[in-house]
Structure formats: structure tokens, C-alpha cells
């Protein structure tokens, strides 16, 4: 088997409190620029960016180191999930056998002193045999065993129904997405922006399966602030919510009242906008403005390119394909769509600085209002 080629993160976008984002000259990053990782030849894993500050955990010795607002490290540890309210961390026990811990901080303690709380976790369970389906847990905030999940605000440890056999979740800012093994998304929380996807602006108190996507198998989910999105194992990407800044890549008023819109309706559900706005387009035609898309959209990228890999920011949306390119779009004030420029974008835009550099993206992680990427060479042909 080939050696996995190393790579290196970059980023781009809000660094206002100093997070290690690119060169950090100013509170921008306009373009990708390789990581001002806080600590020299730390190799990164993982990133998990809040607004105020970012999360790095290292592969090897499982070191977290944060950055921005607040600063500090811990050893031991497995995963890191950064946000306003907490941050938490996975640590491995003392000795053999004494399991994960996991912790909870007060970001502002810079993981000094004691956590606000600790709680002993169990490990994925594994079941073998004919039929057995083996659960292979997500990253933070789910948690290991896939039987619950934490949250910044109370109560932290929340179980889920045993029925539910998470493999992923993903918390935005008033909603929770949560895919399960057999490929199944369900979501509950705050809806008033139609981030739940299932055609309405109610909340919903508890997991509730995606209708609208059934018989569809999805390999990953992304929670934005108030808009959501899922890939399917074919490559195909599904998207509804909030789209106040072109973060679904729908038409929006915000932005052609700034005159950045495309102004096209191509790709809309004839009976997918629960809120439109008309103005006129270019040939005279109405042209539908959407504000709020509550079912799940099917959004084809250019070139008919399959995705991989998603990750929504506040109002920013990043997915990678599956040939190693990166698309973003929504609002880009502080460079988070990484364009060199602060424009807001309806459409998805391909980031041209890894093509240039000749980098293959293969994942992405975005802050709030920042993004993190990690990109390998290209292979010479």
C-alpha cells in the first residue's frame, strides 16, 4: 500500500483574536494561507474552531493546544470540541483500562486547574457476527459510545434513544443533525429558519427522521449556524435552512441588493421556499429570491463535480470533491470563502489557490467565520 502523503492545514478568514490562521498579520485572512500552528512541527488532526478561538488536537502524544482569545495545552487527549459556551476534551485515563474521560472546561480557563465537570465514557460498542452492525462513532460532540452526545448548555451529557445508532451529529446554533449507521438523518432543536428540513418553521424536541430523504443514503452531515447540509454516498450534496447570505447557493436578496447576486433560479424545488421574495431579473422576468428553503435542496456543483467532504460556518458553506477541490460560498466578509476578497457569494465558487498551488484538499473544518482546510501535493503523473 502507498504512503499516505503529508499535507498541511491552512486557513483563512476572522482572526480578530489572534487565532492561528495563516500568517496572522491583521484581523483577516483574505486567501489560504499554511498554518501559524500554535507550537512548531505539531502534526494536527484535528480543528475545532469557536468564534474567539480555536482547538488543535496532534497526532502521536494527543496534545491540544488552543489559540485566540484564550491560550493553553493539555496532553492525553483524544479530541477536542471547541465552543463560545465550553470547551471539551477527550482524554485517555491513567493506567490500563480506565477508559476515556471526558472533560469539560470553561474556555476561559485554558484548561488549567479543575473542569467544570468529568464524566467516565465507554468505548463504541462492537457487534460481530451475521448482521451485526458495528458502530463506528464521529468525532466530538458526539461521543464514543454513540449512545449520547454533549452540548454547551445544560444539561451537557445527553443521551440519545437507543434506537438511534449514531455514527455522526453536529450541532449548529439553535439545532442538532445527527446521521446514523444505515446512512438516515434526523434533526431536532430550533427550526425558525427551516434548518430542520422537514417543510416547516416548528421546532422539534427530539430526533426526527429526515422524510424528505429517505431511501437516500447519506455518508456526512454539516450544521451551520442556522442552515444544514448532507452528502450522499453517491456525491450528491443536500442543503436547506437559513439563506440570509447565500449560504444554501439560492438566490437572495441580501446580495442583489449589493448587486452580487447571480439572480438565477436554476435548482429550486418548485415547493421548496417557504418564504420568497420577486424582483425583477434581467430579461424583466421575475426572479425568486429565497430566504428560507425548509426541505432539503439537491444543489449540483459546476462541472457536475461529486462531493466528499462538508462543513458549514455561521453563515458559510465548504464542501470538497471528491478530485481534491474545494467550493465555498455564503457570506465572506472576513475572507472566510478564501477569494481573496470580503464578497458574499449565492453560488459555489471553487477556491483557486489550492488548484494553482497544485494541493488535493482532503478535508475542511469551519470556525464560525473562519476556515480551516488540509490539502495534500498532487501525485506527479
Not at 443533525?177 to 427530539?206: C, I, K
Not at 470556525?367 to 490539502?375: D, E, L, Q
Request: proline share 7%.
Amino acid at each position: 500500500m502507498a504512503e499516505e502523503r503529508r499535507g498541511a492545514w491552512f486557513g483563512f478568514g476572522f482572526c480578530g483574536f489572534g487565532q492561528a490562521l495563516g500568517s496572522g498579520r491583521g484581523r483577516q485572512v483574505h486567501s489560504p494561507e499554511p498554518l501559524r500552528a500554535p507550537g512548531a512541527g505539531l502534526d494536527v488532526c484535528r480543528v475545532s474552531a469557536s468564534w474567539s478561538y480555536t482547538a488543535f488536537v496532534t497526532r502521536g502524544g494527543g496534545q491540544v493546544e488552543l489559540s485566540g482569545f484564550t491560550v493553553g495545552a493539555a496532553g492525553g487527549c483524544r479530541d477536542a470540541w471547541a465552543s463560545e459556551e465550553l470547551l471539551v476534551v477527550l482524554r485517555t485515563g491513567p493506567g490500563p483500562g480506565a477508559g476515556t474521560e471526558l472533560q469539560a472546561w470553561a474556555p476561559g480557563s485554558a484548561l488549567r486547574g479543575e473542569p467544570l465537570w468529568a464524566q467516565t465514557v465507554p468505548e463504541a460498542e462492537r457487534e460481530d457476527g451475521p448482521g451485526g452492525d458495528e458502530t463506528q462513532a464521529g468525532p466530538l460532540p458526539l461521543l464514543p459510545c454513540a449512545r449520547a452526545y454533549v452540548s454547551p448548555r445544560p444539561p451537557f451529557y445527553r443521551p440519545l434513544a437507543p434506537t438511534l445508532r449514531a455514527r455522526r451529529l453536529e450541532l449548529g446554533a439553535e439545532h442538532a443533525l445527527l446521521l446514523d449507521a444505515a446512512g438516515q438523518v434526523f434533526s431536532w432543536g430550533g427550526g425558525r429558519h427551516g434548518q430542520l428540513g422537514h417543510g416547516t418553521l416548528e421546532a422539534e424536541p427530539e430526533p426526527r427522521l429526515l422524510q424528505a430523504l429517505q431511501g437516500l443514503t447519506m455518508a456526512e452531515v454539516a450544521a451551520g449556524g442556522w442552515h444544514s447540509l448532507c452528502v450522499s454516498e453517491a456525491g450528491d450534496i443536500y442543503i436547506w435552512g437559513w439563506n440570509e447570505s447565500g449560504q444554501l447557493a439560492l438566490p437572495t436578496k441580501s446580495l442583489a441588493e449589493d448587486g452580487k447576486t447571480t439572480a438565477e433560479a436554476s435548482g429550486l424545488n418548485e415547493d421548496g421556499s417557504e418564504v420568497k421574495r420577486v424582483a425583477g431579473g434581467e430579461d424583466g422576468a421575475p426572479a425568486p429570491f429565497i430566504a428560507v428553503q425548509p426541505f432539503p435542496a439537491l444543489l449540483d456543483l459546476p462541472l457536475g463535480s461529486d462531493a466528499v467532504k462538508a462543513s458549514c460556518g455561521s453563515r458559510h458553506t465548504a464542501v470538497v470533491t471528491r478530485t481534491g477541490e474545494l467550493y465555498t460560498w455564503g457570506w465572506g466578509k472576513y475572507g472566510q470563502l478564501g477569494h481573496k476578497d470580503t464578497t458574499s457569494l449565492d453560488r459555489p465558487c471553487r477556491v483557486k489557490y489550492f488548484v494553482d498551488k497544485q494541493l488535493q484538499v482532503r478535508t475542511v473544518s469551519c470556525g464560525p467565520w473562519n476556515t480551516y482546510v488540509y490539502a495534500v501535493e498532487k501525485e506527479k503523473s
